[in-house]
């Protein structure tokens, strides 16, 4: 997919992501994490307001997280 086709379907925030309270601690942020809890914090704070964000924390070092997703291809 060229980056041209995934900036046309990407979309921003209208909410002020600094107005967000880390709330909500997250272990090993994943992709599992991205499609799913991230998406539904996203839409309470576009549709309902909400300031409930998340912290990540990750147990694996960023060397470590890279070699094992490119073992994933």
Do not use: C
């Amino acid at each position: 997919m060229g980056n041209n086709l995934l900036s046309a379907k990407a979309t921003l925030p209208v909410y002020d992501r600094n107005n967000l309270a880390p709330r909500i601690v997250h272990l090993g942020f994943g992709a599992f994490h991205r499609a799913h809890q991230g998406v539904y914090a996203d839409i309470l704070a576009t549709e309902h307001f909400s300031d409930w964000g998340y912290y990540e924390v990750n147990l694996i070092g960023g060397e470590q997280q890279i070699a094992d997703l490119q073992q994933q291809r």
